[in-house]
């Protein structure tokens, strides 16, 4: 993401433990701040249990790091391009150079900015591993590297058509993909294929859905949206449909908040009417000042079904309005539906959604609507191990229409808001949240935060400049795997892994003492795992550290727990991200955004991947890593 993010004020800020939570929990009484919180994660590793040296269980020969203008991947494995920005999505489209592409075909072929990767096997309800969907986001547009002469400020003085270009580039991406040969390839003339852009119709649904804060001009309803906007993680459901999370449109409108009824709310959310991309320039709809509402109408989680191209799709309010950074779909034992998700800012919040009813998976009809349903919570981390899931519900603690929220839908519209008033646990910018298939426990990536300082520690973010980032390890009661009531109230945590460079000691990183040059990483951003349960980590900054961000393949069990290998790198200024298996886990798709976004501008681009023929502009792609003799990716 380069999208701005908010600060937010000091007073919201926890008081940092004084005592380590692994010091208390070991008895050793450590004291907290950076020095002490490398001491005891160090803990982690330096037991007898490590002593030896310790065997990944994934069995690739880990990849030498390249920083230069292409990707590469580790012997044995293949890693192509699958689709990528402009490329056709209807039958009869040629292939064109998509400098000289216009808005309305760009609304036919496939997106910019490529994140979060669902792979849904074809036919519906199937385990294929060769014939899917390949459903992605599309969250953002690097300007600087799309228009001749233009840096990335200049977004602001786009052109009308570079506007509506642009507009066309962001949403949603859905195409059917063969594999033939060992090799996937788009099908263009599917019936399948689809966009979704910022002007495609999305329905409302949930508690917040006909409330006065939602209705415009367009729309006096209050139930209906045209677009979806910087679309950035997402989950998968047990009923077949997509997730797609909206991750603050805070600097896509102008205009001025303080002619609203609710400033103090876009202000939480950081409004400021930059119109970073000067959409209000050209439509009134994206002014605050002239439409309001419309802010309010973004920043949901979104429900698509890309098995039936013609449904609309759904944004479900009863999941809160943040930076939704990821979605990820728990299928509890009692039947109920959990989400997991991470609101992406500095020191935001870690949530939970448990849905009231319960789903079928006999009756897939039994999924339809029960997002809309059930109860939203925020995560406190103690410094005893444990957690809370603290209810974001109208009429409990402080959430009342004396504090401003009268109804649930006033809480959801707010939820940043109703987080601050129950104390919620400011996070190091959360971004992807996974669940381990195998173990049922839960993974929050914090990716960084710089502005953490000394002062604001907390038990679960304990380096102040954290510029490397982490990953937390939550464990609901009740058992592994599918036993793992994921409905509780209190689980436990852990620090699973400090990122960093474990040679530099002011980075403070702990990761299994076997981690090699190249296997350490930064900035993790997105995770997944394979059918086996190991982790692979995307991650999404290492650009600033002169090393290339990647895909590393992680244990978190056994005596190889938290050793980072290499398996994949970007080319130079793209991010890793999207990490997703086919079923059978022998092919990885990563999205690599935004190539070459570290130029200036477009003439001295870093590099003109994937093409490199001539001029050819960069541009973002979906890959997919395969081993050359068949067989899991990592076996
Ligand atoms: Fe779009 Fe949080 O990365
Ligand atoms: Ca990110
Ligand atoms: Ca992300």
């Given amino acids: 993401m380069r999208h701005k993010i908010t600060d937010r004020p000091d007073i919201r800020h926890i008081i940092a433990e004084r005592v380590s939570r692994r010091g208390f929990l070991l008895g050793a009484g450590a004291t907290m701040g950076a020095v002490a919180a490398q001491g005891f994660v160090g803990s982690l590793f330096s037991g007898a249990a490590h002593a030896q040296a310790a065997a ?44 000289t592409m216009d808005a309305a075909q760009q609304a036919d072929r496939f997106g910019y900015n490529c994140d979060f990767v669902a792979y849904m096997p074809l036919p519906r309800g199937s385990q294929s591993s060769d ?21 990335e400020d200049d977004s602001v003085n786009m052109t009308a058509d570079q506007v509506a270009l642009c507009n066309m580039a962001i949403g949603h991406s859905i195409v059917e993909i063969k594999r033939t040969g060992g090799v996937w390839a788009v099908v263009q003339d599917s019936p399948m294929n689809r966009r979704l852009t910022l002007e495609t119709e999305f329905a409302i649904s949930g508690p917040v859905a006909g409330h006065d804060w939602m209705k415009t001009s ?135 959604f448990v849905s009231d009813g319960t789903y079928d998976p006999a009756n897939p009809a039994s999924g339809k609507d029960i997002l809309d349903a059930g109860t939203l919570s925020v995560a406190v981390y103690h410094a005893d191990g444990t957690l809370n899931w603290l209810p974001l519900v109208q009429g409990q603690g402080p959430l ?28 190091d910018r959360p971004e992807d949240m996974e ?44 058992g592994t795997g599918a036993d793992a009531d994921h409905t509780a109230d209190s689980y436990t945590w852990d620090l699973f892994v400090l990122a960093g460079n474990p040679k530099d000691p002011a980075h403070g990183a702990a990761f299994h003492p076997d981690t090699t040059e190249d296997g350490w990483f930064v900035t993790p951003d997105n995770l997944t795992f394979d059918p086996k349960g190991r982790m692979f980590v995307a991650t999404d900054g290492a650009n600033d550290f002169d090393i290339p961000d990647g895909v590393y393949g992680v244990d978190t069990e056994g005596p190889a727990r938290g050793l980072p290998k290499l398996l994949f790198t970007c080319p130079i200024g793209a ?16 999205s690599v955004q935004h190539p070459a976004e ?38």
């Fill in 56 to 99: 990944s269980s994934l069995k690739f020969t880990e990849l030498k790091r390249v920083y230069d203008d292409m990707h590469h991947v580790a012997d044995g494995y293949d890693a192509r391009v699958v689709v990528g920005w402009g490329d056709p999505m209807k039958a009869g489209d040629a292939v064109i150079d998509v400098a």
């Fill in 131 to 151: 014939h899917g969907l390949l459903c992605v986001n599309n969250e953002y547009v690097s300007n600087n590297v799309m228009f001749p002469g233009m840096t």
């Fill in 218 to 352: 367009y729309d006096p309803t209050g139930r209906m949206v045209r677009g979806t906007n910087y679309n950035c993680g997402g989950g998968v459901t047990p009923w077949g449909t997509v997730l797609t999370c909206e991750e603050g449109a805070s600097d896509t409108f102008g205009g001025d908040i303080t002619t609203t009824a609710f400033p103090e709310v876009l202000e939480r959310y950081g409004y400021d009417g930059s119109d970073y991309y000067a959409r209000a320039k050209y439509d009134p709809r994206f002014d605050i000042s002239v439409e309001p509402n419309e802010p309010n109408r973004f920043d949901w989680v979104v429900e698509i079904d890309p098995y039936e191209p013609t449904s609309t799709p759904v944004k479900r309010t009863a999941l809160g309005r943040m930076a939704h950074e990821a979605a990820t779909v728990v299928l509890n034992k009692d039947g109920r539906v959990v989400v997991y998700m991470g609101d992406d800012d500095y020191f935001e919040y870690v949530y939970r």
């Fill in 400 to 427: 009342t229409a004396e504090n401003g929220f009268a109804t649930q839908a006033d809480v959801l519209l707010k939820t940043r808001l109703a987080a601050d008033a129950l104390g919620a646990t400011p996070m």
């Fill in 435 to 478: 669940t381990n298939p195998v173990t049922g426990r839960v993974y929050a990536i914090m990716t960084k935060n710089k502005k953490m300082t000394a002062d604001k520690l907390n038990p679960v973010n304990t380096r102040p400049e954290n510029h490397y980032g982490h990953i937390v390890e939550m464990i609901p009661p009740g």
């Fill in 575 to 590: 991010e890793a991200t999207g990490p997703c298996f086919t079923p059978d886990g022998s092919t990885l798709f990563v």
């Fill in 598 to 635: 570290d130029s200036e501008t477009l003439e001295v681009a870093t590099t003109r991947w994937p093409d490199f023929k001539g001029t050819n502009l960069p541009r973002p792609a979906v890959v997919a890593i395969t081993r050359v003799d068949g067989g899991e990716v990592a076996s």
